[in-house]
T-cell receptor, first 115, second 112 residues
Framework: AQSVTQLDSQVPVFEEAPVELRCNYS??????LFWYVQYPNQGLQLLLK??????LVKGINGFEAEFNKSQTSFHLRKPSVHISDTAEYFC?????????????FGQGTILTVHP | GAGVSQSPSNKVTEKGKDVELRCDPI?????LYWYRQSLGQGLEFLIYFQGNSAPDKSGLPSDRFSAERTGGSVSTLTIQRTQQEDSAVYLC??????????FGPGTRLLVL
C-alpha cells in the first residue's frame, strides 16, 4: 500500500517570497511522483512529475521539486511566488504495474500568497 | 484539442435518488479514472478503465456505486440511492500511454 503525507495543510507567504511545500511518501515499490495544482472551482493541473533520472524536476510556472529517495520526500519549491500562485497543491504517487496510473494523493496544501 | 469534459458541472439531488455523472475523455486516450474529492476524505481513487481490460473497481466505496465505459470512450458513474455522505466533487481523468493524467473540471454533487 502507498500513502502520501503533506506536512502542512496551509502555507501563507508574502508575494515574492520563496516557498516550500513538503511531501513525504511511503511505498514498498518504486514510485512515480507528481505535484498537481487546483485553482478554485477548477480541476487538477499537472505542475511536474518525477519518473526516473535526474532527481531535480522543473515544472510549469517556475516550480521545481526534488526527489529524495533516502528521505522518501518530494518537496515542491518556488523561489519567488506571485499572487496568482494562490491555490491548493496536491502531491501524489503511483507505481509502475498493472494499475500504474492509479494515483494516491496527499491531503493537499493550501498556499495563500499575500500582497 | 479539447480537454476532459464532465457533466453536469453541478448536481443537487434528494437523498435516496439515483444520479448519473458523465465524463468525456480526451479523444484517443485509452485509460480513464474516476476520483472523488470530499472534505473529510480528500482525493480518493474510485475506478479505473484501461482499454478492453476489466476495470479496477477497488476504490468504489459501496455497491451503490457503479461505472461503465461505452465504446472505450465516454464513461458514466452511477450512484444509486444517494446518501448525504456522497456529497463531493467527482473528478474524471484520462491518460494515453504515458504517466500524466489530465483532469476534467469535476461534477459537484450535493445530496440534500
Amino acid at each position: 500500500a502507498q500513502s502520501v503525507t503533506q506536512l502542512d495543510s496551509q502555507v501563507p507567504v508574502f508575494e515574492e517570497a520563496p516557498v516550500e511545500l513538503r511531501c513525504n511518501y511511503s511505498s514498498s515499490v518504486s514510485v512515480y511522483l507528481f505535484w498537481y495544482v487546483q485553482y478554485p472551482n477548477q480541476g487538477l493541473q499537472l505542475l511536474l512529475k518525477y519518473l526516473s533520472g535526474s532527481t531535480l524536476v522543473k515544472g510549469i510556472n517556475g516550480f521545481e521539486a526534488e526527489f529524495n529517495k533516502s528521505q522518501t520526500s518530494f518537496h515542491l519549491r518556488k523561489p519567488s511566488v506571485h499572487i496568482s500562485d494562490t491555490a491548493e497543491y496536491f502531491c501524489a504517487v503511483s507505481s509502475p504495474g498493472t494499475s500504474y496510473g492509479k494515483l494516491t494523493f496527499g491531503q493537499g496544501t493550501i498556499l495563500t500568497v499575500h500582497p | 484539442g479539447a480537454g476532459v469534459s464532465q457533466s453536469p458541472s453541478n448536481k443537487v439531488t434528494e437523498k435516496g435518488k439515483d444520479v448519473e455523472l458523465r465524463c468525456d475523455p480526451i479523444s484517443g486516450h485509452t485509460a480513464l479514472y474516476w476520483y472523488r474529492q470530499s472534505l473529510g476524505q480528500g482525493l480518493e481513487f474510485l475506478i479505473y478503465f484501461q482499454g478492453n481490460s476489466a476495470p479496477d473497481k477497488s476504490g468504489l466505496p459501496s455497491d451503490r456505486f457503479s461505472a461503465e465505459r461505452t465504446g472505450g470512450s465516454v464513461s458514466t458513474l452511477t450512484i444509486q440511492r444517494t446518501q448525504q455522505e456522497d456529497s463531493a466533487v467527482y473528478l474524471c481523468a484520462s491518460q494515453s500511454g504515458g504517466e500524466t493524467q489530465y483532469f476534467g473540471p469535476g461534477t459537484r454533487l450535493l445530496v440534500l
